[in-house]
């Protein structure tokens, strides 16, 4: 019998072999590598997402509570509220921990007092607010009623302010409150319509004349009640501590529900 010749690869057929395994191989290596950065990313920025929302729910469920009492008399006085009191309860923004006592429209730091334990007394654990200080997020945990004429103050010794996110973790690069009077909210003097042209400008009881912001405010001692509505919006900003690659911003905007009723 004879056997058939047999023939196997040359060697350039085999290098042109490993040549393509190699080629394919590289590129499933490219691909997998790249995917998994990609889910690594994504997770990251997802779990840094988590901490922003769930930190700004905290913030926006707190604050819209600002100025409420749960005593009987607020709801037929309202210049009666212990707790939404013009320069001492009533919510109020600070722009830093720099600048603590100065009132802004828009700052780092926002003030306020809610009847938290439902007693109809102010008390300390009645002053409540937050800030940002040196990229962490703080929660006034409870004031001085004792030892403050004013509870208006970004930082006061006397308070209490507790971390509410972890350094370690995340590292808040903004915090911004912003009232932006005249536009989200609004102030309304109730004298109007009286039948006068207070704001001199030859129109009796235009729409100017009833908003508090658009027309000079009463003086002091002039009886005049004003009702302003609140809205806040809140812009927070982070990163990841250890990956400041990965960066999350949102915004919410919150209405307080009790509003803001003075005389002037």
């Known amino acids: ?9 040359t060697l350039v057929e085999l290098l042109i072999s490993i040549t393509i395994g190699l080629g394919i191989l590289a590129a499933a290596s490219t691909f997998y590598v790249t995917t998994a950065v990609s889910s690594v990313s994504s997770m990251a920025s997802s779990r840094l997402n988590h901490e922003l929302t769930t930190l700004m729910s905290v913030m926006v469920q707190d604050i819209r509570r600002a100025g409420y009492s749960s005593h009987d008399d607020v709801k037929t006085d309202p210049l009666s509220n212990d707790f939404n009191s013009v320069d001492e309860t009533a919510l109020t ?9 100065s009132a802004a429209t828009s700052g780092q730091c926002i003030l306020y007092a809610y009847d938290a334990d439902s007693d109809e007394d102010l008390g300390n654990l009645d002053i409540l607010g937050f800030r940002l200080n040196n990229g962490v997020v703080q929660m006034r945990q409870q004031g001085d009623v004792a030892a403050n004429a004013r509870h208006d103050h970004c930082n006061d010794g006397d308070d209490t302010w507790l971390d509410i996110t972890d350094g370690n973790l995340i590292s808040i690069t903004g915090l911004t409150f912003d009232s932006n009077p005249g536009v ?6 109730v004298r109007e319509p009286d039948d006068v042209d207070n704001d001199g400008d030859g129109t009796i009881d235009n729409d100017e004349e009833a908003d508090c912001y658009d027309a000079p405010l009463p003086t002091n001692g002039s009886g005049d009640i004003t009702v302003e509505t609140r809205e806040i919006l809140i812009t927070l900003a982070g990163e990841l501590a250890n990956d400041d690659f990965v960066k999350v911003e949102i915004e919410k905007t919150v209405r307080v529900r009790n509003d803001l009723v003075r005389e002037r």
């Open 1 to 9: 019998m004879r056997c058939g010749n047999q023939k196997g690869l």
């Open 93 to 101: 923004i600070r722009p830093s921990i720099a600048n603590p006592a």
């Open 184 to 189: 989200a909210s609004q102030c309304l003097n």
